[in-house]
């Protein structure tokens, strides 16, 4: 099973908030909050976008038009074009902001981090001591420096066998800000879920969190 372009292996139950910090599968209203509603959308993301857009993915080898939403809010620097079957969350703290992307097991998570964090700090946060791979357990396949998407900088991917999860965590830069976007869903789900995630990451624009 693998992703569009030759490399996406996904999945997860608990996602790192934080850049080497505390876990959460979602949104916790306890420490994140929304943000300020004044707090204007990045100058460098697309604007006047459609609302809906169709596209041609394949599933499980058969091609497949699929109806994509606009994800698009003011107070998250997150653009991206989404499957309409799939539930969104997002929220922003201290740590920075993250939108969850859901379907049943399934989930794509992209997280931004405070605009002064280094490349360096977003790659510990996944694969230091403390990070995200060792904080949930997963067991590290691949390491990979060739990008598969326009903003994408590195790509380890993971599995956990003992929940028969797969997954892939991708470190992006956009003009000077840093983020991760990490892609997860039982082993079981690959052939469907891929593809819908893959169209979620070729869409992706993130902006500062300045």
């Given at each position: 099973?693998?992703?569009?372009?030759?490399?996406?292996?996904?999945?997860?139950?608990?996602?790192?908030?934080?850049?080497?910090?505390?876990?959460?599968?979602?949104?916790?209203?306890?420490?994140?909050?929304?943000?300020?509603?004044?707090?204007?959308?990045?100058?460098?993301?697309?604007?006047?976008?459609?609302?809906?857009?169709?596209?041609?993915?394949?599933?499980?080898?058969?091609?497949?038009?699929?109806?994509?939403?606009?994800?698009?809010?003011?107070?998250?620097?997150?653009?991206?074009?989404?499957?309409?079957?799939?539930?969104?969350?997002?929220?922003?703290?201290?740590?920075?902001?993250?939108?969850?992307?859901?379907?049943?097991?399934?989930?794509?998570?992209?997280?931004?981090?405070?605009?002064?964090?280094?490349?360096?700090?977003?790659?510990?946060?996944?694969?230091?001591?403390?990070?995200?791979?060792?904080?949930?357990?997963?067991?590290?396949?691949?390491?990979?420096?060739?990008?598969?998407?326009?903003?994408?900088?590195?790509?380890?991917?993971?599995?956990?066998?003992?929940?028969?999860?797969?997954?892939?965590?991708?470190?992006?830069?956009?003009?000077?800000?840093?983020f991760r976007?990490?892609?997860?869903?039982?082993?079981?789900?690959?052939?469907?879920?891929?593809?819908r995630a893959?169209?979620?990451?070729?869409?992706?624009?993130?902006?500062?969190?300045?």
């Amino acid at each position: 099973m693998r992703f569009a372009s030759d490399r996406l292996w996904m999945t997860v139950l608990l996602l790192i908030v934080g850049c080497t910090a505390p876990e959460a599968s979602k949104p916790d209203s306890g420490n994140l909050v929304a943000s300020s509603a004044d707090t204007p959308l990045a100058s460098n993301l697309s604007q006047n976008l459609p609302e809906r857009k169709t596209e041609t993915i394949f599933v499980e080898g058969e091609p497949q038009e699929m109806t994509l939403k606009l994800y698009q809010e003011d107070q998250i620097p997150v653009v991206t074009y989404y499957p309409e079957n799939l539930s969104v969350n997002s929220a922003c703290s201290h740590e920075g902001c993250g939108v969850f992307f859901e379907l049943l097991e399934a989930q794509v998570h992209v997280f931004v981090p405070p605009a002064d964090t280094t490349f360096e700090e977003l790659e510990m946060g996944v694969t230091g001591d403390r990070g995200l791979l060792a904080s949930n357990g997963w067991q590290q396949r691949e390491f990979n420096n060739s990008p598969s998407y326009s903003w994408e900088t590195k790509n380890i991917q993971f599995y956990d066998s003992e929940k028969n999860l797969l997954g892939s965590v991708h470190l992006g830069e956009s003009e000077g800000q840093v983020f991760r976007v990490t892609v997860v869903f039982p082993g079981d789900m690959g052939d469907g879920f891929a593809p819908r995630a893959d169209m979620i990451l070729k869409n992706l624009q993130v902006g500062s969190m300045n």
